[in-house]
């Protein structure tokens, strides 16, 4: 498979570049510092004699102007693209947000408006090639309005609805849009965060991730008891969601 | 209502505070007094100092940054683990130069005690083969501690310092390390019985005269005639003839799910453990092809074996008795540990190892001489066995190793670790302002308490 991931520097995109590589999958790395994109190289490189050297990009989630050069780059070194995968993102607590409108109006951004027009500027590349798949790490935070997670929440709702509609309309197209629904993982983006029940670990997720990209499952829960645990989260009534503190 | 969180090494006895995890260690680091790796250190040189409310982790700070394939010379981040290095490296034909009993632990921890392991004897302690490393040093007044790197070149103070420093020199970055070339990814092991110490002690200093991997297992509840009766073990890198063409399987593992009752693991369940460890051995001894797995990390295939111990948690004891005299030593030892422990908390898994020369570390642990560990249960009369087996390290001149202990006195602390005061000088130069703590310095007496606090957000 190629593949292009923004945001394979860190936490479930490392994993899933890792597992790639190993098994012989051409990458191109896409993120905002080039020096951590070296880095993630190198150790992709040293896992991986054997796999396509991969080629690292510079893209900005806070910056759309940098989406189509970087996709276009990657593309090229590739020589071919079958998937891309945006695992990047940004996270803040819903304190935090509330506290500090910039933050949350980047949060807000890059979560949704601008993770939507990178996946568009991917689409197009994909459709003119005949299809291919598009991967994106949306969330359980965007299952149900939630007291902890109102803001970001909405985010990734948003997200998810997009990846929905795009394989409502363009899956015939040959477009195998997945969207993963992580729940809680033990990354750099949650640490100092109490940790609840039912928390994964980077290297499964990226797992049962790489395993929907190579089927084109549409939803994916990760790890997989987060589905019944939303299943019965979806199906609360309001009364409840008002009482209870997740 | 939720409790404040708590954290713990691997004898599970906790302190207040909580470990932050990121990728970018860098970052992480300048925000705490103390980095930690996966923890597998026993006691609390991977806690928060009283009054620090976190430690940074490594875990997630994993990437190899360069490996050599012709030469061996590897370069990592300090969380990356020995079971993935393993995992990616012992089927190309490398691994690590050391290996201590767990590959459940990070680079950055392996320097941070400078293990070692079972080919001390010709291979020395872990720091020997390190080339440098990178460390962020603690903050001095309003900036943020400067990142350095440090080898046998340069900045040679902060590197002897930062060997088996316990991370308090400084939060260790990038570890580069020369890694051996094995001929083969099986070991050939054999093990034989004694039937008392002095007779295992003398077979596990010849086999050290003709094998780069050896050990003794100790049956430590055994007394009177049968006191000290052990197994010991050895073993070498097989040759490709002798190996199966195929690379070791990943081993199987288990898991305890939840904390045993602290009443499981009492004296006649250890002792019968133990004598049937000692009794299944077969009496001719066993020759053969064994997987690294077994032969390093025997207690790997357990996962959580520490819940075995209950709530009440343990310690390991693990000190070495020098040359000459270590065997007197080692005998009078086992007379101190049998007085102590009839009533009190019985031994189990007691491992001796026979030491070759000091490492440049300047805290070390281990020189010429016997290293005896062994697993005590935190009963409540932990602290005076402790306390009596430190007076019998003293009296032989021994020393302690700092990533097991959990119970030692500030003033025995400094009876048996005579390389202090150069130890604390060299800190001070990097660390004026005394920033860096843990719970064991504080305990020890190496940092004062009270320290700094970090704010909330990193």
């Not at chain 2, 399987?249 to 009492?266: H, I, K, Q």
Request: proline share 8%; aromatic share 6%; charged share 25%.
């Amino acid at each position: 498979m190629k593949a292009v991931i923004l945001g394979a520097t860190k936490g479930i995109g490392r994993a899933l570049a890792r597992r790639m590589v190993e098994r012989g999958d051409g990458l191109a790395l896409l993120g905002r510092d080039l020096e951590d994109l070296k880095r993630s190289a190198a150790d992709l490189a040293a896992r991986a004699p054997q796999a396509p050297a991969a080629g690292i990009f510079r893209c900005d989630l806070e910056d759309p102007a940098t989406f189509a050069p970087a996709l276009t780059a990657a593309e090229e070194h590739l020589g071919g693209l079958g998937a891309v995968v945006l695992t990047a993102g940004l996270f803040a607590t819903q304190e935090q947000l509330e506290a500090d409108p910039e933050r949350a109006r980047r949060v807000l951004t890059v979560d949704f408006a601008h993770s939507v027009l990178f996946l568009e500027e991917a689409r197009r590349r994909l459709l003119a090639r005949g299809g291919g798949t598009l991967c994106a790490l949306s969330s359980v935070a965007g299952e149900r309005g939630r007291k902890p997670v109102v803001l970001y929440g909405a985010a990734k709702a948003g997200l998810t609805r997009y990846l929905e509609g795009l394989d409502a309309r363009y899956r015939r197209a040959g477009l195998r849009v997945v969207c993963v629904k992580p729940g809680f993982v033990k990354t750099g983006m949650t640490a100092g965060l109490p940790v609840p029940p039912f928390a994964g670990e980077p290297d499964p997720v990226a797992r049962d991730i790489l395993r929907a990209l190579d089927r084109g499952a549409p939803v994916v829960y990760t790890p997989g008891v987060w589905r019944w645990v939303m299943l019965v989260i979806r199906h609360l009534p309001r009364v409840v969601m008002r009482r209870v503190g997740f | 209502v939720t409790r404040p969180p708590t954290l713990s090494g691997w004898g599970r006895l906790a302190v207040p505070g909580r470990e932050l995890r990121s990728e970018d260690l860098p970052a992480l680091a300048a925000t705490a007094s103390l980095t930690r790796g996966l923890g597998r250190s026993y006691g609390d040189s991977s806690l928060p100092a009283p009054g620090h409310d976190r430690v940074a982790a490594s875990p997630l700070a994993d990437r190899i940054l360069a490996f050599d394939p012709e030469s061996g010379l590897l370069r990592a981040e300090a969380g990356l683990s020995l079971a993935e290095m393993n995992r990616l490296l012992l089927p190309r034909g490398w691994f690590t130069p050391v290996t201590p009993g767990t590959q459940l632990v990070t680079l950055g921890g392996i320097v941070a005690a400078d293990v070692h392991g079972k080919n001390h004897h010709v291979a020395g302690t872990f720091g020997r083969h390190v080339r440098s490393l990178v460390v962020r040093l603690a903050p001095r007044g309003d900036h943020p501690g400067s990142i350095v790197r440090c080898s046998r070149d340069e900045l040679l103070d902060l590197f002897r310092a930062t060997l088996g420093g316990m991370g308090l020199t400084g939060h260790v970055l990038e570890v580069e390390v020369q890694l051996e070339h094995v001929p083969s990814p099986w070991i050939w092991a054999e093990s034989d019985r004694y039937p008392a110490l002095e007779p295992l002690l003398s077979a596990l200093r010849a086999a050290s005269r003709e094998w780069p991997m050896t050990v003794a297992w100790v049956d430590a509840l055994a007394s009177g005639r049968k006191r000290g009766r052990g197994i010991v073990h050895r073993g070498r890198w097989a040759e490709p003839r002798e190996a199966p063409a195929r690379p070791p399987a990943p081993a199987r593992r288990v898991a305890v799910p939840f904390e045993a009752p602290s009443w499981l693991l009492n004296r006649p369940a250890v002792a019968l453990a133990n004598a049937l460890l000692w009794r299944r051995h077969p009496a001719r001894g066993r020759r053969g092809v064994a997987t690294p797995e077994s032969f390093f990390y025997p207690l790997d295939a357990v996962h959580y074996w520490n819940r075995l111990y209950g709530r009440r948690g343990f310690t390991q004891y693990q000190c070495v008795l020098p040359d000459p005299g270590a065997e007197e030593a080692t005998l009078r030892f086992f007379d101190v540990l049998e007085r102590a422990t009839t009533r009190g908390p019985a031994p189990f898994l007691c491992v001796i190892k026979d030491c070759g020369g000091e490492g440049e570390g300047l805290l070390s642990f281990p020189r010429p001489g016997l290293s005896v560990a062994l697993d005590l249960p935190a009963d409540p009369g932990i602290q005076d066995v402790v306390d009596a087996l430190n007076e019998t390290v003293i009296a032989a001149g021994g020393r302690i190793y700092l990533a097991k202990d959990a119970f030692t006195r500030p003033e025995h602390f400094r009876s048996l670790e005579l390389r202090l005061p150069e130890f604390e000088r060299i800190r001070r130069r990097y660390d004026p302002e005394g920033y860096l703590a843990s719970a064991q310095s504080v305990r020890l007496g190496l940092t004062p308490p009270g320290g700094p606090h970090f704010s909330e957000d990193p």
